[in-house]
């Protein structure tokens, strides 16, 4: 008999550590069991897994996998990020595909400890492997009766030796084995009281329940944030195409009906790939046995998840008194909708829970971050608004110093308002350290490091907090910023059409993108834009009209009409000068410009540790005054990493 062929690799199993990985079936089969890849993934796989130790660049990858056709920049690195999720890989810490900045990927892979299937293959006379002097080993191919008959062993020795009770998600760990990050995301909770005023309520638990995740087991959890997850409230969406859109492994919903004092919770743990129900829990409850509730559900989440995620950490509780606990909730609802006004009535009703318990850390962490967004969006001075948000947060920490989020806010004070570059870095790693799921915590770093001109970082770390957020405008217009500030022009313009897509009334996203195009040489399109922005800010369309046809002249135009405008809403909103010494120097007047950075300096704008990276100021930046205000402000002028 003639013998047999061996398959090509494209078609052959082999390894990744202690994954095997079916091209034919583009599945990755691992601890925690199967895993399905697309087919344009699945051969992003083989083609690094056939060059391995090499590095393979983003222009091979299209060239080989997507023919040469035109993809974007997204495509391969959406295709990198969900191996790495399939082989339960850590961009920041990798162990199989090693991302080599402005040159592509490798796939290293370290040698696993013998399995089962490595000792049938080698006592019944299999393929040998070839190893190399580097300890690499290059993917092998495995007889595939021998490989069927070495699985049917493995399921017999794990179901002999995992407990009864244990459910089908717990998995048996072996020390070599590195632990696989699952995706969760938890719906927002839906208000059966009939009752609008009560969606505070459900909204509240649906958040507090993302932070307590987020923390609960970091390494080995990623909980998607609360934006993403709220644009599915009051829509009849599919609870499958819900798990597509976030990238989710698994989904909490649940429901909240309240009757005077008393509660009934409904929560359900689903499994996406197949919609079944994990773990459910129905409870009635008073209003002091709402207080444990969020601690509760998360617990036993992560409990039906696998028992090794649950660390032995107690939880705090919102607040020690129902009035006060609802309070807080109340406070959060109105937190999340961002608006001025919302924002103070987010700070009243945190300041309401404050008054009947000055024990509660939530109160004070969500009084800090309504303090601070006031100061962010504007609606207040940061002399006026920063001081009591700082006070806020540290008093929060006092309380209980694992509270991720407040750590990010008081780094971000500290970066802002008093340029402490260092202190506020070591505030950011914390909360990163505590809840890897923080978008915020990304976000804000993110935009540390891009002051900094650590550009890599910087966008390593906003497409972190964009992945824990893929569904928010926010999110995805602040990944174009940051490359707009990188100088990396083309691809801000990519993100940011990408962003106006998704909200097409998203007036950051279109400044940037009119930025980055007259960057790239598309003036007449720059125009375009510009006139809508300005629509968006209120100009009248009288003021737009007669503008000169070369573009460059009419945004010079354009912007003395905005700055004009800009200036005259300042006497009834308080404006950044920053903002205004950008579009002085739009309008081509760099004395003003400078004189607007010197007011900025005075009053602490935020926006000025962004002003040695910012595109806008190229015009002056060889000046000596401005200088002086980047050594002011401790930027990467004065302190450059080493």
Not at 35 to 54: D, N, T
Not at 368 to 382: I, M, R, T
Not at 531 to 549: T, W
Request: some cysteine.
């Amino acid at each position: 008999m003639q013998a047999e062929t061996p398959p090509s690799l494209s078609a052959s199993d082999f390894r990744v550590g202690d994954r095997l990985v079916h091209p034919g079936l583009n599945r990755i089969d691992g601890p925690a069991g199967p895993v399905q890849v697309e087919p344009k993934v699945m051969e992003v796989l083989v083609h690094l897994a056939g060059r391995h130790g090499e590095v393979v660049s983003k222009e091979e990858l299209v060239r080989v996998v997507w023919e040469g056709r035109f993809v974007s920049d997204d495509v391969v690195w959406r295709s990198i990020r969900e191996l790495r999720r399939a082989l339960g890989d850590d961009a920041r810490s990798s162990t199989w595909i090693e991302t080599i900045p402005r040159r592509g990927y490798r796939l290293l892979e370290p040698l696993p400890e013998p399995s089962l299937a490595d000792s049938l293959e080698s006592q019944g006379g299999g393929a040998g492997e070839e190893r190399g002097g580097q300890g690499v080993r290059a993917p092998r191919l495995i007889p595939r009766r021998l490989l069927g008959l070495s699985l049917l062993l493995g399921f017999a020795l794990i179901a002999a030796i995992v407990l009864p009770g244990v459910r089908r998600l717990e998995t048996v760990s072996r020390a070599p084995a590195r632990p696989q990050r699952v995706r969760l995301a938890v719906l927002p909770f839906v208000n059966l009281s009939g009752d609008p005023s009560q969606d505070y309520f459900g909204d509240g638990i649906t958040e507090e329940l993302i932070a307590r995740l987020g923390s609960l087991a970091p390494d080995r959890l990623g909980v998607i944030g609360r934006t993403s997850v709220m644009s599915f409230k009051g829509k009849d969406t599919d609870l499958a195409g819900i798990a597509r859109a976030l990238d989710a492994d698994y989904l909490v919903e649940g429901s909240v009906r309240r009757d005077g004092a008393r509660v009934r919770v409904a929560v359900r743990l689903i499994q996406a790939s197949d919609q079944s129900s994990l773990w459910s829990d129905l409870q009635d409850l008073d209003a002091q046995g709402v207080l444990g509730l969020e601690s509760h559900v998360a617990k036993r989440v992560v409990r039906a998840l696998s028992p090794e995620l649950l660390p032995g950490r107690t939880l705090s509780l919102a607040a020690s008194t129902p009035a006060a606990h609802d309070a807080v909730l109340r406070g959060r609802y109105f937190l999340s909708r961002g608006m001025p006004d919302d924002l103070r009535r987010s700070a009243d009703a945190f300041r309401e829970a404050l008054a009947l318990d000055q024990g509660s850390a939530a109160a004070w962490a969500g009084l800090a971050d309504a303090l601070h967004l006031q100061v962010l969006f504007g609606a207040v001075s940061p002399r006026e608004g920063v001081p009591p948000a700082e006070e806020a947060a540290r008093k929060a920490l006092a309380l209980d110093d694992m509270l991720a989020d407040t750590h990010a806010t008081l780094g971000t004070i500290r970066f802002r308002y008093h340029w402490d570059w260092t202190g506020a870095e070591t505030e950011m790693r914390r909360a990163l350290e505590i809840n890897p799921s923080s978008a915020a915590a990304h976000h804000d770093l993110a935009w540390l490091l891009l002051a900094e001109r650590r550009f890599d970082e910087a966008i390593a770390e906003i497409r972190a907090a964009q992945e824990l957020e893929p569904l928010s405008v926010r999110a995805n217009a602040d990944v174009g910023w940051v490359y707009y500030r990188a100088r990396r022009y083309g691809e801000a313009v990519r993100q940011m059409e990408r962003t106006l897509e998704m909200e097409p009334r998203f007036l950051s996203a279109r400044r940037c993108l009119e930025g980055a195009l007259v960057r790239v040489g598309r003036p007449e399109q720059a125009f375009r834009h510009a006139r809508v922005a300005a629509l968006q800010e209120g100009l009248d369309p009288a003021e737009l009209a007669g503008l000169p046809s070369d573009p460059h002249v009419a945004l010079e135009r354009l912007a003395k009409r905005r700055l004009k405008h800009l200036i005259g809403r300042g006497s009834t909103v308080y404006v950044s000068p920053y903002a205004l010494a950008a579009l002085y120097l739009e309008s081509g007047e760099q004395d003003e410009a400078l004189a607007a950075l010197t007011r900025a300096l005075a009053e602490r704008d935020p926006m000025l540790v962004s002003l040695d990276v910012d595109p806008a100021f190229d015009p002056i930046r060889a000046d000596p005054r401005f200088q002086e205000i980047v050594a002011t402000v401790g930027g990467p002028g004065s302190r450059r990493p080493s």
